[in-house]
């Protein structure tokens, strides 16, 4: 059973969150708060497995709780955001600070019941993170800083890096992106975050990455030095037109219920790319992304997992191994440099 403490100055979203979670029966609401002072008090006495956090709060904020509990009392906490620009930075933020996931509140683009059942993946997720692993994500090793050899960089106009990951993913990303130079192949990512969420995750990477990284658009070009990351609650697919690669941004089911999946990409690269690509899959819970690697594997890519121990969530690489779609598994700051020794190995691939 997964003791939850919902903190939300809200009664009804307080109430509905309750109802909804409460129809689980692997799930227990052992208490709700409606600051930070008081749940400060409940952590204390009812010890609860999980968090899930409004970030605007009376007396302290959101996210000066979330400081001082990571530091005191580290917990797995679930961000609960509107989805409006300014609190997708804030949501950000919480992420930096150690939240395991965000999540938007039931609104005009999301059903309650949407968003319980994506809430309670994610609190089954944050049940079993390991939440040591997230502040040091990014340092989570030396790094060796990956530089293009002039063989390569003629090349990889060809070549697509294909990155997925759901729980902790965030910091992942950035331990990836941040150590990959500045004319790295054009480079595709599925992170599971809701829409809003997904324009300021990437504005934040563009402004500490050398390659440049922005919320992929419909019919964008996937080009060497730059980064594209799945827009919230659209699928992104890989399509070839002539000598070039491009994206669709699309609707469609939830896979894994997600979206965007990492599923649907990954077939579109195995499709559309073949041997020319190499597949990450990061740090996530649940199985999105496996089937997809696998058959990116079956048309000729290279794939790599991170593994275990630098997961905060070791599920999706876990079951992307699983199918045998895996090449080799890697500590979280050996997978830049695997990457380009990987896109050597396939340079000639055209």
Do not use: W
Not at 82 to 99: F, H
Not at 103 to 110: I, N, R, V
Not at 163 to 185: D, F, N, Q, R, Y
Request: with cysteine; net charge positive.
């Amino acid at each position: 059973m997964i003791k939850v403490l919902i903190v939300d100055d809200s009664a009804v979203v307080r109430k509905i969150l309750s109802d909804e979670l409460s129809r689980y029966e692997d799930i227990d609401i052992v208490g709700t708060a409606v600051d930070p002072y008081v749940a400060r008090d409940k952590i204390v006495k009812l010890k609860p497995d999980v968090i899930t956090l409004d970030l605007e709060m009376p007396r302290m904020d959101g996210l000066s709780f979330l400081s001082k509990l990571m530091k005191h009392y580290p917990l797995p906490v679930i961000v609960l955001s509107s989805l409006t620009p300014r609190n997708s930075e804030t949501a950000i933020k919480a992420l930096d600070l150690g939240a395991v996931d965000v999540l938007c509140k039931a609104g005009s683009a999301y059903s309650t019941q949407d968003v319980s059942r994506q809430l309670v993946q994610a609190i089954r997720a944050a049940a079993k993170a390991r939440i040591s692993a997230l502040p040091a994500a990014v340092d989570a090793g030396p790094r060796e800083k990956v530089t293009l050899s002039s063989g390569l960089l003629t090349k990889t106009t060809h070549q697509v890096i294909a990155i997925g990951a759901s729980t902790g993913g965030t910091k992942a990303i950035e331990a990836v992106l941040s150590a990959m130079p500045a004319g790295t192949p054009g480079t595709i990512i599925v992170q599971h975050m809701p829409e809003t969420f997904t324009k300021t995750f990437a504005e934040r990477l563009n402004s500490i990455c050398p390659m440049e990284v922005r919320e992929a658009r419909d019919k964008d070009h996937v080009v060497p030095g730059l980064a594209l990351i799945a827009p919230g609650n659209r699928h992104m697919v890989l399509h070839r037109s002539g000598g070039n690669y491009l994206v669709h941004i699309k609707g469609g089911p939830r896979v894994h219920y997600q979206r965007p999946s990492v599923d649907v990409m990954f077939h579109s690269v195995a499709k559309h790319a073949g041997r020319n690509a190499v597949g990450v899959i990061l740090t996530g819970m649940g199985a999105d992304g496996a089937k997809g690697m696998l058959a990116m594997q079956q048309s000729g890519a290279y794939n790599m997992a991170q593994d275990e121990q630098s997961c905060v969530v070791f599920g999706m690489p876990k079951e992307a191994i699983k199918l045998g779609g895996v090449d080799e598994i890697l500590p979280l700051p050996k997978i830049p440099k695997a990457i380009f020794t990987a896109l050597s190995r396939n340079g000639n691939a055209s």
